[in-house]
T-cell receptor, first 113, second 115 residues
C-alpha cells in the first residue's frame, strides 16, 4: 500500500523567513495531495491541496509543488508568522472521489519571533 | 462544506469496557473515515465506513475491536471495545467533500483515556 514519508520532523525558523516541508510517496497511482495544519488540541485543518495534473498551486503565503516523476511534493510557507506555528501533515490518496488518505509523520513547525 | 459534529469530546473509561463515538454530518456524504491519532503521532486510518455495507478495515484493525455502523449518509459510529490502556488516543471521524471536491474535513475528535 501507499507509504508517505515526511521531513523534517521538526523545523524552527525565524519570523519572516520561509519554511519548506517535504514529502515523498510510494504509489505512483496517487493523484491527490493535501496538506493539513493541526494546532495543539485541535482538529487537522486543510490548508492547501494539489492534484496530480498540476505542478504547483499557491494560496497567498502558502504554496505546494508536486514532482510526479520523483514522487515528492513540498509545502512552502513564505513570510512566516507566529501563528504559523503548528504541526503540519502531508497526505496522499488515489482514485476518483472520496478515497482514504495516507498521512505523513508530521512536522512540528516553530516560528521564533 | 458540510459541518461535522463528533461526540463525546473526551472520556475516561475503565479497562474492559466499551465506548461508542458518534459522528454526524449536516449533509449526505458517500464515505466517512475513522482515524486514530496517538499522542504526538500522525493520523492512522482505522476503517472506511460506507452506507449500507460493512466497513473496510485497515491492516491491524479488526471489526470485533472497532465495530462501525453507518445507518445512513449523515451518521456513523465507532465503538472501541474491551478497552485497554493502549487504546488511549484521539479518535477522529472525517468525510470527503464529494466527487469534485477532494477536500477532507475532520470532526473535532474524541480524546479517550483508558484507566
Amino acid at each position: 500500500g501507499e507509504n508517505v514519508e515526511q521531513h523534517p520532523s521538526t523545523l524552527s525558523v525565524q519570523e519572516g523567513d520561509s519554511a519548506v516541508i517535504k514529502c515523498t510517496y510510494s504509489d505512483s497511482a496517487s493523484n491527490y495531495f493535501p496538506w493539513y495544519k493541526q494546532e495543539l488540541g485541535k482538529r487537522p485543518q486543510l490548508i492547501i491541496d494539489i492534484r496530480s495534473n498540476v505542478g504547483e498551486k499557491k494560496d497567498q503565503r502558502i504554496a505546494v509543488t508536486l514532482n510526479k516523476t520523483a514522487k515528492h511534493f513540498s509545502l512552502h510557507i513564505t513570510e512566516t508568522q507566529p501563528e504559523d506555528s503548528a504541526v503540519y501533515f502531508c497526505a496522499a490518496s488515489k482514485g476518483q472521489g472520496a478515497q482514504k488518505l495516507v498521512f505523513g509523520q508530521g512536522t512540528r513547525l516553530t516560528i521564533n519571533p | 462544506s458540510a459541518v461535522i459534529s463528533q461526540k463525546p469530546s473526551r472520556d475516561i473509561c475503565q479497562r474492559g469496557t466499551s465506548l461508542t463515538i458518534q459522528c454526524q454530518v449536516d449533509s449526505q456524504v458517500t464515505m466517512m473515515f475513522w482515524y486514530r491519532q496517538q499522542p504526538g503521532q500522525s493520523l492512522t486510518l482505522i476503517a472506511t465506513a460506507n452506507q449500507g455495507s460493512e466497513a473496510t478495515y485497515e491492516s491491524g484493525f479488526v471489526i470485533d475491536k472497532f465495530p462501525i455502523s453507518r445507518p445512513n449518509l449523515t451518521f456513523s459510529t465507532l465503538t472501541v471495545s474491551n478497552m485497554s490502556p493502549e487504546d488511549s488516543s484521539i479518535y477522529l471521524c472525517s468525510y470527503a467533500g464529494g466527487q469534485l471536491n477532494y477536500g477532507y474535513t475532520f470532526g473535532s475528535g474524541t480524546r479517550l483515556t483508558v484507566v
